[in-house]
């Protein structure tokens, strides 16, 4: 087993309690749901905290954050001499080609795919969606080798989880191997990370640009290396060279150099982009959707990790620098005990219990909806709150829900999930019941009608991988 990370007090290593406990207390005023934060300075870790029913040790979905990964398994292998960033993606995955290709899909190369210049000037992904449709089982290289870019390659940054897939399958087409297990013995064995895994597509092969499940210290183990350009203790990882390429901007990204009618307006999504990285005001940073966040300072020696789930992401990242950023060589050691205090008192809201019947209650779901494989449930009251038992499509099961207070249960999918349950009964007489995937940023929110013997089901933020909990399942 590895060693956890060192910690130590703030104030220690010149960092301020109290810009954390502003910084928590103004995310919590601006509505933002944290699920973790870590705050490392030098290599120690200096502050963190899981909101409970999040803990340290469930890895989880990072979404985009994954990019980050793939970059470091692209950058191993140029250093091996297997791969040159110039090398056109025809070339490298052309089993997957069907016929002639267009000539912008012909002059794509790595370094397109790894700096987000492909041409296009939307998201294949979205186009995407009807050919997987009307392809079952099909191979997404062959749909995405027939979508012709609007724009040269090179000349305009969009960005595009196809072309960080294309690395991900430049991994496996040149080793042999999923990005996964190239990556264990060169990257997450020697940082001490342990249980990685990564959604496949239908065809196993890893997503590369999304389906990395960490744990919150791995994060920021994957961090600290790029703090120190690649370098573990005294073991190169990565090669400096790499980390020194894809953490600086590669290519501009701000309105004048993407697509007419880009909606994007975040100012920390225009500073520049690298090889999967994000620039930002005081450095780099890779990042996945509703704020999972690995923010390095090189200039401060710091970084600050967080899993989340927020849509305000630039709202978090000017928390950081509001707070965190000009806290740094400021200690505030008489804060310490109270920050240590907070961290440990962290927990996110329990549903609020008004009082109902204490009889069994079951509803069907009527509409389908954003949960199509529950069909029905059950709620009987038990000592600690209520039993749910739910009817899927395929198959059944029992989770604990905790009367205005977490209880962890099983979510009934193939793999199964870790959940954590609260719930009670709202001023109009119906059963609220949140639902807390632990490996994910989402939770469920069910609405029991006894009158009508119905329930709805809805996400407060929106699933990327699919609505239906054993959507985003992994093994």
Request: negative net charge; glycine residues 10%.
């Amino acid at each position: 087993m590895a060693l956890p990370l060192p910690r130590t007090r703030p104030a220690d290593v010149g960092v301020s309690s109290r810009s954390v406990l502003d910084l928590l207390d103004d995310v919590a005023d601006q509505g933002i749901e944290l699920h973790s934060l870590m705050v490392l300075r030098g290599d120690s870790v200096a502050a963190e905290g899981w909101w409970r029913p999040h803990r340290p040790e469930v890895g989880r979905l990072l979404y985009s954050l994954s990019k980050s990964f793939t970059s470091a398994a692209i950058g191993l292998l140029v250093d091996d001499g297997q791969l040159d960033l110039d090398e056109r993606l025809v070339d490298l995955l052309g089993d997957a080609v069907r016929g002639e290709v267009p000539d912008g899909v012909a002059a794509m190369t790595v370094r397109h795919a790894l700096t987000m210049t492909t041409g296009h000037t939307i998201d294949p992904i979205f186009p995407m969606f009807a050919w997987t449709v009307e392809h079952p089982g099909d191979d997404w290289l062959t749909g995405f080798f027939q979508l012709e870019p609007e724009a040269e390659p090179g000349s305009v940054f969009t960005y595009n989880q196809l072309a960080t897939y294309c690395l991900s399958r430049i991994v496996t087409q040149r080793t042999g191997q999923r990005v996964v297990d190239y990556l264990s013995p060169r990257l997450f064995e020697p940082l001490g990370i342990e249980g990685a895994r990564w959604l496949t597509d239908g065809n196993g092969h890893d997503w590369g640009f999304s389906g990395l499940h960490l744990r919150t210290e791995d994060i920021a183990r994957f961090g600290l290396l790029v703090l120190r350009q690649g370098t573990w203790g005294d073991r190169p990882v990565v090669p400096a060279s790499w980390i020194a390429e894809a953490t600086r901007a590669q290519v501009p990204n701000d309105l004048a150099h993407r697509p007419a009618g880009d909606p994007e307006a975040n100012a920390d999504w225009l500073r520049g982009y690298g090889y999967q990285f994000w620039m930002t005001r005081h450095g780099v940073r890779g990042d996945g959707a509703l704020g999972q966040f690995c923010v390095v300072w090189p200039d401060d020696d710091t970084v600050v990790v967080t899993t989340a789930a927020t849509e305000d992401m630039q709202g978090l990242l000017d928390a950081f620098d509001r707070h965190l950023h000009r806290g740094l060589d400021q200690p505030t050691p008489e804060d310490d005990d109270a920050l240590a205090e907070r961290l440990a008192e962290l927990v996110l809201p329990a549903a609020v219990d008004h009082g109902g019947t204490n009889e069994p209650v079951t509803a069907t779901n009527d509409a389908g909806g954003a949960v199509r494989r529950l069909r029905s449930l059950t709620l009987r009251s038990t000592d600690d709150g209520w039993a749910l038992d739910l009817e899927l499509a395929k198959g059944a099961g029992t989770i604990p829900v905790g009367r205005s207070r977490w209880l962890d249960g099983t979510w009934p999918s193939s793999p199964s999930m870790p959940v954590s349950a609260s719930g009670g009964w709202d001023e109009a007489g119906r059963h609220v019941v949140h639902l807390v995937f632990l490996q994910s940023p989402h939770r469920l929110v069910l609405v029991v009608d006894p009158d009508t013997g119905t329930f709805t089901a809805s996400w407060p933020q929106f699933p990327l991988h699919g609505t239906d909990p054993g959507d985003f399942a992994v093994s």
